[in-house]
């Protein structure tokens, strides 16, 4: 990279895991989010939707406590013309970030959604439809119910008089790569979701960097770089930080030199990714000792090191207590 050709974006990506991280810096960008629509919706739904009128919302609707697990993003979208008629309806887009299955996500995601209803009666307006769409990347096929019939359970025949919901599931495992985006940005994260915990993550970690290639201008290529670094740090730290810088380099039409404003955000990025991926580490294992779970901001003003030897404190707790 060349020195004084790009701006370094300001502040660091803060959500409340790495995969949250990555999902919701990727998802805010709205050709990002369309392109999920597009390849991952029923072809019917994204029909009756114009697109072009994608506009990302403030509000979210997820609880606090559930803050550690989701990243909630809302769309708002005009109906496509059908029949001479427009309409205001909305995506509400829930991004599933657990390892297994949740069999309740079908009823979380209803309360969500009348929580967005009664926003909108709130503000005057009228009710729309919501259409949610799960993303999930465990290492298993998603294997919960995808309706409310199936959570609920009975006879189908009481539901003609009930509450009725089913949702679509993205299982990034289960999808072909060429299939995943069509958007190389999206593409190279929904890459990095399937593979990044994997041990053949570095085999596929050039193909997803020249993904970012072919996305947007130098200075988005750096903001791309930046969430690509801190995920992988956080989530494959196994991979050396001199593995990544000459791959980038390789890759990148840019110049690496030592000591460079490249050189500095990429190690930079490194330092905040194995932050991160220690943060999240330290709330797992407290969540397993049965232990109060650390605020991520009080985790977050420690060091580095402070923060290895509180993990290995709770790891040492878990061996003792399998003596």
């Not at 289960?174 to 994260?189: G, H, K, M, N, T």
Request: hydrophobic fraction near 40%; glycine fraction near 6%; include cysteine.
């Amino acid at each position: 990279m060349a020195r004084g050709k790009w701006h370094l974006p300001g502040g660091r990506l803060s959500t409340s895991t790495p995969h949250n991280n990555l999902f919701h810096y990727a998802l805010s960008h709205a050709h990002a989010a369309r392109d999920l629509i597009q390849t991952h919706l029923p072809a019917d739904l994204v029909a009756a939707l114009d697109l072009d009128s994608l506009e990302l919302q403030k509000d979210t609707f997820v609880d606090e406590e559930l803050r550690e697990s989701y990243s909630d993003l809302l769309y708002s979208v005009q109906l496509a013309d059908q029949d001479g008629q427009r309409g205001q309806g909305q995506i509400y887009l829930l991004l599933e970030h657990k390892s297994q299955s949740d069999p309740m996500t079908c009823f979380q995601l209803l309360r969500y959604i009348v929580r967005i209803w009664e926003q909108r009666l709130r503000n005057g307006q009228s009710l729309c439809p919501v259409f949610p769409l799960v993303v999930y990347h465990g290492p298993e096929a998603w294997s919960a119910p995808v309706s409310l019939e199936e959570v609920v359970g009975g006879p189908r025949r009481l539901f003609e008089y009930g509450v009725r919901l089913a949702y679509p599931v993205l299982d990034i495992g289960q999808i072909p790569d060429e299939l995943l985006a069509r958007e190389p940005f999206l593409q190279s994260v929904l890459g990095l979701l399937k593979y990044g915990r994997n041990r053949d993550f570095k085999d596929k970690l050039e193909f997803l960097l020249r993904c970012l290639l072919e996305s947007g201008d130098g200075e988005l290529h750096l903001s791309h770089l930046k969430a690509v670094v801190v995920y992988i740090s956080a989530v494959s730290p196994s991979i050396p930080l001199e593995t990544l810088e000459m791959t980038i380099e390789k890759i990148f039409p840019m110049q690496f030199e030592p000591g460079s404003i490249a050189d500095q955000y990429i190690k930079k990025g490194r330092q905040e990714g194995l932050k991160e991926g220690e943060i999240h580490l330290i709330q797992t294992l407290q969540e397993i000792l049965d232990l109060p779970v650390s605020d991520g901001a009080t985790l977050e003003a420690r060091s580095l090191e402070q923060l290895q030897a509180i993990t290995n404190e709770l790891r040492q707790q878990i061996l003792d207590r399998k003596d």
